[in-house]
């Protein structure tokens, strides 16, 4: 299967003129004949590679960079380790399995299976789904693919299904690691009235798509809304695996882990800055101790630890939530500055976030 793929991709690149899919596809291939010690086989494929002409060929509609399927994802080197973050038992198992079964495909194919390679990744924002996706890419040192939708969603009738065949007929030239993130925004419910038939087009394209990737892609989509995801392309996925927003708890013992790199140990616990913080994701965490480093570093020495994290509690306490930019509830920052404000004050109207007092345990 994979290797017809490759083979496929190399006649799609010879009769198009495609030289990076044709020098990607060979490359995957003499790979994979090295794999297989087949070294003589994989020399000569490499002595053809090199005999390929030097000079571009003219660039035509297809052939053309802007007509490519590259034009749809952005390559990132992937650098978070998995080790970094703060997952949940069951992603941290299944992030490791799914490591394993690629670090150790021949094994399995040599007992007739192909290691899992459609992961789908479900939770609200922040929580460290594109995080996982991108060190599950560095685990197995491949390139990190992210579908780009600005360039792939396109308004005219089969212009979205043309440019995610070339996305597919891109990716399946090497082994990587393709990410889509916000995927409930290509595999919604088909059965939605408001979309047209164009959605459901797209949907069964990309569900033939998947069902066709060879396993050496590993396609992780993330979503912060499963519910929207159409039932076949739920059941596409091999793993789903889910990232629920963290518990005050888990959110102390990751601020500890950064709090316990500063140079200056801040006299609050870790814990009580969690509970002063309120529901928020790892992200906004992550956020929160940047800003009170930023506060500190500026503050030339003058300005403690713990004076840039009192200040930094007293502006998250007047943060305005999406919820007031979307105007679902009234701003009262308008009527109040945060000087105003009593530091221990946290009688904000509550959607949902916890607001917390400014006041710290010392
Ligand atoms: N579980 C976690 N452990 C450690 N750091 C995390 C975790 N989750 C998020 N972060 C930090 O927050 C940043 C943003 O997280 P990430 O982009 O992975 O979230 P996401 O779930 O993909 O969000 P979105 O749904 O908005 O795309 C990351 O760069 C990482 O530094």
């Not at 002595?47 to 053309?64: E, N």
């Not at 021949?106 to 899992?116: C, K, M, Q, S, T």
């Not at 925004?185 to 069964?204: A, F, L, N, Q, W």
């Not at 629920?244 to 601020?255: C, M, S, T």
Request: charged content about 25%.
């Amino acid at each position: 299967m994979a290797r017809s793929d490759l083979l496929i991709s190399l006649v799609r690149a010879g009769a198009s003129g495609d030289r990076a899919m044709l020098k990607s596809a060979t490359e995957a291939l003499v790979a994979e004949e090295r794999a297989q010690n087949h070294h003589i086989v994989a020399d000569r494929l490499e002595r053809a590679l090199s005999t390929v002409a030097i000079t571009p060929p003219a660039l035509t509609a297809a052939s053309s960079p802007a007509g490519s399927g590259k034009d749809t994802i952005l390559e990132l080197e992937p650098r978070l380790q998995l080790s970094q973050l703060m997952l949940p038992l069951p992603v941290e198992q299944g992030g490791r399995q799914l490591i394993e079964e690629h670090t150790r495909a021949d094994v399995l194919r040599a007992h007739g299976y192909e290691p899992r390679h459609r992961i789908l990744l479900s939770g609200p924002p922040g929580n460290g789904k594109t995080s996982f996706a991108e060190a599950v890419a560095e685990a197995l040192g491949l390139p990190f693919f992210v579908v780009r939708y600005d360039a792939l969603i396109g308004s005219y009738l089969g212009e979205t299904n043309a440019r995610l065949r070339k996305l597919f007929d891109y990716v399946r030239t090497r082994p990587s690691v393709l990410f889509f993130d916000e995927f409930d925004s290509i595999g919604k419910e088909r059965g939605d009235t408001h979309e047209t038939g164009e959605i459901k087009r797209v949907v069964s394209f990309l569900l033939m798509q998947l069902d066709q990737l060879p396993s050496y892609v590993v396609v992780i989509a993330a979503t912060n809304h499963a519910e929207l995801l159409d039932r076949a392309v739920w059941r596409r996925f091999q793993m789903r695996l889910a990232f629920p927003a963290p518990d005050r708890q888990r959110i102390g013992v990751f601020l500890n882990r950064i709090i316990s790199q500063w140079p200056d140990a801040p006299k609050a616990a870790a814990k009580s800055i969690a509970a002063k913080l309120g529901t928020v994701s790892f992200a906004e965490a992550l956020d929160f101790c940047q800003n009170v480093r930023r506060r500190q570093i500026l503050g030339l020495g003058e300005l403690s630890i713990d004076d840039a994290l009192r200040s930094e509690l007293d502006l998250w306490a007047t943060r305005v939530s999406p919820e007031v930019l979307n105007g679902e509830r009234p701003d009262q920052t308008d009527t109040e500055t945060a000087s105003d404000r009593p530091a221990a004050k946290s009688t904000r109207p509550s959607s949902g976030r916890t607001r917390p007092s400014t006041k710290l345990n010392r």
